[in-house]
């Protein structure tokens, strides 16, 4: 059952500015993928009959909407989270879509400013962007943790497509990083060769917790500021690394899944998901993106994980 809340709901597909046709159909198709990943995830949800959370009903997803503002009590758009709790597979586990639009602040000029051909942003600083946002904990320690997000950002000076994957497993198995790589790289190689290693490179440094100099996990893609001047070939691109992400991560979902594990494998995930919260709470743009433009800050802490240590 869905958890309406509070505030009144904004459509995401209604009423925004300037919804031009490009912008409608980045829009859907966030929507679109929302839909087929939270049913491939209830499937894993179904199939999971083993291990000590098989009494457990299946998990499912709850829908809410969330709605901003521009701090004056306007709408500024919105969206929706889905999110399972408690599951036989994913302890916690959101898939976000979002449609806002309105008025740069402060703090997200300076960001924008440093961005080429926005070094003008303060003189007309309006935006609209649309995407979807996932992050996974898992119930197994032996399943990979996992982040994907694809988004459509617009300015009056340009507009722009970013997002990425990255596998976050508690221990790296090697056969299980280079699956979930070649996925990424046979999405990135359609669209042309030099996709995959420099957005691979970009992953690697992006998703760094510099203050421990330690990796988040072990990588996969990570691209901003994508626009190649062509937007039906920039938008295909996008549409191909969303579409590669069910290939990428539920195989190895199902590889892990029924495999037994210990409460010394727990304690190890615990520390791995405090790891994970730091990066999200210090480097990750998307949460400060999110708290600088006063986005619903339960959507936006939603990749936060459920339960976890620091030794």
């Known amino acids: ?32 993928l929302r839909n087929q990943i939270c049913a491939a995830f209830e499937a894993l949800e179904d199939a999971q009959t083993q291990g000590p959370h098989k009494a457990l009903p299946a998990g499912r997803f709850e829908r809410k909407p969330t709605v901003r503002d521009n701090g004056d009590g306007t709408d500024a758009g919105g969206g929706e989270m889905s999110v399972m709790r408690q599951g036989r597979v994913f302890e916690k586990v959101g898939v976000n879509i979002s449609t806002v639009y309105g008025t740069l602040g402060a703090a997200a000029q300076r960001s924008m400013t440093a961005r080429k051909g926005m070094g003008h942003i303060a003189e007309n600083p309006q935006f609209w962007a649309a995407g979807i946002s996932l992050v996974a904990h898992m119930r197994s320690p032996k399943t990979p943790a996992v982040h994907m997000n694809t988004r459509m950002f617009w300015t009056p000076f340009g507009w722009w497509f970013g997002g990425g994957a990255d596998l976050n497993p508690m221990v790296e198995v ?8 070649a996925r990424l ?16 490179k970009w992953a690697d440094e992006y998703f760094m917790i510099k203050h421990w100099n330690e990796p988040r996990g072990v990588g996969g893609i990570f691209y901003d500021d994508h626009n190649t001047g062509n937007w039906e070939a920039d938008f295909a691109f996008t549409q191909s690394v969303g579409s590669a992400f069910l290939k990428a991560f539920v195989p190895l979902t199902e590889k892990h899944m029924f495999e037994p594990w210990t409460e010394a494998d727990r304690e190890v995930q615990l520390i791995k998901r405090g790891r994970y919260a730091e990066f999200n709470l210090v480097y990750d743009r998307g949460t400060q993106f999110g708290l600088q433009t006063g986005h619903n800050p339960e959507a936006v802490l939603m990749s936060l994980p459920p339960e976890c240590k620091w030794p």
Do not use: G, L
């Open 185 to 200: 790289k046979e999405a990135c190689d359609v669209h042309s060769p030099d996709y995959y290693p420099r957005y691979k």
């Open 174 to 181: 090697a056969d299980d990083t280079a699956f979930f790589h």
């Open 1 to 32: 059952m869905a958890i309406i809340c509070s505030k009144r709901y904004v459509p995401i597909m209604e009423n925004t500015p300037d919804m031009t046709p490009q912008k409608a159909r980045a829009s859907a198709w966030f929507r679109d």
